[in-house]
Nanobody, 114 residues
Framework: QVQLVESGGGLVQAGGSLRLSCAAS????????MGWYRQAPGKQRELAAD???????NYADSVKGRFTISRDNAKNTVYLQMNSLKPEDTAVYYC????????WGQGTQVTVSS
């Protein structure tokens, strides 16, 4: 069973930055893809960004050029650097990790004030 521990959410003004971290533990299987999804109030959960074990990133159009995803395979940790934040980025951000199954973190709140 994989455990995901997220950190780094918070309240920031528009134009500001935050960095999310997610550390995975408890698996003997290689984690293939790690990523961040987000869910705003009243909306469906959506992909923000994910990254393969080989380091290939994938971004939602809404965050391209502002967010950067990276990972440290040795630490089973994924990061999301979020710059130029907008109020519409306000959401609960969930870490996701995939082996032969998909695992989710508990979520961390990101609030961007205008």
């Amino acid at each position: 069973q994989v455990q995901l521990v997220e950190s780094g959410g918070g309240l920031v003004q528009a134009g500001g930055s935050l960095r999310l971290s997610c550390a995975a533990s408890g698996t003997n299987f290689a984690i293939t893809v790690m990523g961040w999804y987000r869910q705003a109030p009243g909306k469906q959960r959506e992909l923000a960004a994910d990254i393969t074990r080989g380091g290939n990133p994938n971004y939602a159009d809404s965050v391209k050029g502002r967010f950067t995803i990276s990972r440290d395979n040795a630490k089973n940790t994924v990061y999301l650097q979020m710059n130029s934040l907008k109020p519409e980025d306000t959401a609960v951000y969930y870490c996701n990790a995939r082996t032969y199954k998909s695992y989710w973190g508990q979520g961390t709140q990101v609030t961007v004030s205008s």
